[in-house]
């Protein structure tokens, strides 16, 4: 009995420890951060970001009644960028930093470090945050609560995939760094956080009544094959020029699943009878 109540609470704090770091929602507990702790905290990935997505579609749920799309879109996107305490962003500006510019390896993970954010880092966070705002006030403007109800899913499959990642490249600096301490993820933590974003999508959809088996066969398919893609193609190709990936990479890797599932999500939202 001991022993159960002991692996509960170990699994309760790697919970906790996922939340806090990927969220500034905060929680009153102290974690001990260790590599026991973040490995076991990424299948908690999909859940977190579910929370996330929570939260914002709620936010539009109250605003997009009282405002303009224009203005509810940039809100969304600020709250949304906020609840992580801008940390994937953050690591898609180094990135962009860093693989843009042209460099070696070596130089380029050297920028990649550098706490001060480059031109091309500036550059991709405007076109990335303006493309973002403007595929909510799309999404907004049509007036289908489906879609913003779809959209709590995004930050579960972005997250999802970001252990994919970590469990399927290595880890491309040889000293230690905060992505390093996910080094024991295995593949098998990558498929039950699958299967976990799996699971909250399929739940989901039962709320969606209207729509029939077929279509929301196609709805999880959608979110598999775009978060895989466009994860896949973008964590090979960054792979070959870094040898792995990184914590930066990881936080790109992020972002641009979201903005991916995003757009895909407006495509078909528009495109619906």
């Not at 973040?38 to 914002?56: E, K, T």
């Not at 990135?95 to 500036?122: N, Y």
């Amino acid at each position: 009995m001991r022993s159960l109540w002991m692996a509960s609470i170990g699994w309760l704090q790697a919970f906790a420890a996922a939340v806090q770091f990927l969220t500034r929602i905060p929680l009153p507990v102290t974690i001990d951060y260790s590599e026991v702790h973040f490995r076991r905290s990424v299948i908690f990935y999909p859940y977190v970001g579910a929370l996330i997505g929570l939260m914002v579609a709620v936010a539009g749920f109250l605003l997009d009644p009282v405002l303009p799309a224009s203005v509810c879109a940039i809100l969304l996107v600020a709250l949304w960028t906020l609840l992580s305490g801008g940390l994937h962003m953050d690591g898609l500006m180094d990135t962009a930093d860093g693989l843009l510019s042209h460099r070696s390896r070596e130089r380029m993970l050297e920028i990649m470090k550098d706490s001060r954010v480059g031109a091309m880092g500036v550059i991709v966070c405007v076109f990335y945050i303006g493309l973002k705002v403007a595929l909510i006030i799309s999404l907004l403007e049509d007036g289908r609560e489906e879609g913003l109800m779809l959209l709590m899913l995004i930050p579960a499959w972005s997250r999802n995939f970001m252990v994919a990642a970590i469990a399927g490249w290595p880890y491309a600096r040889k000293e230690q760094g905060l992505g390093s301490l996910y080094r024991s993820t295995s593949k098998k933590h990558a498929v039950i956080s699958g299967a976990g974003a799996f699971l909250l999508t399929a739940v989901l959809l039962l709320f969606i009544g209207d729509w029939s088996w077929a279509e929301k066969g196609w709805v999880i398919l959608s979110y598999v094959v775009v978060s895989y893609g466009i994860g896949f193609a973008m964590a090979t190709a960054i792979s070959r020029k870094l040898g792995g990936l990184t914590g930066d990479v990881y936080g790109a890797l992020n972002e641009c699943i979201e903005l991916g599932l995003l757009l895909a999500l407006i495509c078909y939202m528009y495109n619906m009878g």
